[in-house]
């Protein structure tokens, strides 16, 4: 049972890790739009540096 449960948490990591890893690609993508205003890149840039960080007490949805 044990072994189950360290596998699912295992799964679940690495899901999260790949769905934090579109989210960058996604910011980034809309952060260099020739359209996109300075400040709307630097707010891509900063949400791209606390994605990447790994912060352990954020949780994104």
């Known amino acids: 049972m044990h072994t189950v449960i ?7 990591q690495a899901v ?3 769905v934090v890893l ?3 690609e996604l ?4 952060g260099v739009c020739y359209e996109s205003q300075a ?3 630097d707010i891509a ?3 791209i540096s606390e994605l990447a960080g ?8």
Do not use: F, S
Not at 6 to 12: A, G, L, N, S, T
Not at 27 to 30: D, F, P, S, V, Y
Not at 54 to 61: F, I, K, L, M, T
């Open 6 to 12: 360290k596998h699912r948490r295992e799964r679940v």
């Open 16 to 18: 999260d890790e790949v």
């Open 22 to 24: 579109e989210r960058i």
């Open 27 to 30: 910011i980034a993508r809309l």
């Open 39 to 41: 400040k709307d890149k």
């Open 45 to 47: 840039l900063i949400w």
């Open 54 to 61: 790994g912060d352990e007490n954020q949780h994104y949805p």
